[in-house]
């Protein structure tokens, strides 16, 4: 099949091609006979609602996404939440999703990962308690208690979350 599009003679229309050609209906009325232009229409169809599809995720659900990873033990899952979340600017203005996604590499194992995305002095009683309790967890007990140090040295009161997550590392450590 030969199609003349800009002057332009296509032999074999492919995916690959079709993706180049501008969402045009009135440059594809040549072709509409063709099995391949209602291909083209529900292909284009199918990407706009793929990027329209998570217009609707909002802090709340991928908070909930990022606990189920970390139940799963899913960091490949749970680094791409992070980059969405990264591109849509939901980790700028809520506190809550920084502490769940440092939660969630700690639980993974990644506990550098975690301490990055904590960030430094930015840091509450929340985000210092999850990776405390990664530190216990992974088999660090020695590392949290340096951790909570770190906390009392920038002047941030322990929770009633904190001692357990060091009673645990302390436990750990005795064994």
């Not at 210092?128 to 009392?152: H, K, L, T």
Request: positive net charge; glycine residues 6%.
């Amino acid at each position: 099949m030969t199609v003349v599009f800009l002057r332009i003679q296509i032999q074999k229309i492919s995916i690959g091609t079709l993706r180049l050609l501008p969402r045009n209906p009135d440059l594809f009325s040549a072709i509409k006979p063709c099995p391949l232009s209602s291909f083209y229409s529900t292909l284009s169809l199918r990407i706009e609602e793929q990027t329209k599809r998570y217009e609707h995720h909002n802090v709340a659900t991928c908070i909930a996404a990022l606990q189920r990873c970390a139940q799963r033990n899913d960091a490949v899952s749970g680094g791409e939440l992070h980059g969405f979340m990264v591109r849509k600017g939901l980790l700028d203005d809520s506190p809550r999703a920084v502490t769940s996604l440092v939660n969630m590499y700690a639980k993974c194992g990644l506990m550098r990962r975690a301490i990055t995305v904590s960030g430094g002095s930015d840091r509450d009683v929340f985000a210092y308690n999850a990776i405390i309790s990664g530190f216990v967890v992974n088999g660090f007990p020695y590392d949290a208690v340096e951790m909570y140090r770190e906390m009392r040295a920038n002047g941030i009161l322990p929770d009633k979350y904190t001692f357990p997550s060091l009673l645990k590392g302390s436990v750990r450590r005795i064994a």
